[in-house]
T-cell receptor, first 113, second 113 residues
């Protein structure tokens, strides 16, 4: 099983450019999440989708938008990238009801210059 | 709202010594608690989870954690450290249902030969 697949793995953007990070899961999970990881900050939730058709803001949503395209896919968009968005981004998914164990992708390392 | 505090951003132990990584949580309802491990340049992998069954939870790679409600703690232990245990460890809490995981800031474990 592939689990949670993120693309791309690495990306360098110039300030002001836009891009979309893609995430897909093949575990038939209801809930999907986007986190960012920064040194000394742990993982902070950007947005999540509790079920297909719904999205909610997490702790650090500013500068990001998301789309839950279908049950499998959950994308994260940076409309106008800023150096502060340099980070490692992780997508995760979970069954979403009672069992909240999350499965993570391998991450996208984004640098904004 | 739920929260997690991991005491010590960096812990260093000798090979063969006891590993103790500390985690305290805050939750308004009986929580689900998790420990994840992250090896360099990889995503997060579940070590173990507490979901209100046994208070002593055994995980992969010889790790275990004990849920202590009176102390609001969920410390991670391993009797004998191995070089391969060097990684970053994250404690996480969820209040169940569709609420997303909230992570601590992480503890980096170094193992000295």
């Amino acid at each position: 099983n592939a689990g949670v697949t993120q693309t791309p793995k690495f990306q360098v953007l110039k300030t002001g450019q836009s891009m979309t990070l893609q995430c897909a899961q093949d575990m038939n999970h209801n809930s999907m999440y986007w986190y960012r990881q920064d040194p000394g900050m742990g993982l902070r939730l950007i947005y999540y989708s509790a079920s297909e058709g719904t999205t909610d803001k997490g702790e650090v949503p500013n500068g990001y938008n998301v789309s839950r395209l279908n049950k499998r896919e959950f994308s994260l968009r940076l409309e106008s990238a800023a150096p502060s968005q340099t980070s490692v981004y992780f997508c995760a998914s979970s069954v979403g009801w009672k069992n909240t164990e999350a499965f993570f992708g391998q991450g996208t390392r984004l640098t904004v210059v | 709202a739920q929260s997690v505090t991991q005491l010590g951003s960096h812990v260093s132990v000798s090979e063969g010594a006891l590993v103790l990584l500390r985690c305290n949580y805050s939750s308004s309802v009986p929580p689900y608690l998790f420990w994840y491990v992250q090896y360099p340049n990889q995503g997060l992998q579940l070590l173990l989870k507490y979901t209100s069954a046994a208070t002593l939870v055994k995980g992969i790679n010889g790790f275990e954690a004990e849920f202590k409600k009176s102390e609001t703690s969920f410390h991670l232990t391993k009797p004998s450290a191995h070089m391969s245990d060097a990684a970053e460890y994250f404690c996480a809490v969820s209040e169940g249902g569709n609420t997303p995981l909230v992570f601590g800031k992480g503890t980096r474990l170094s193992v000295i030969a």
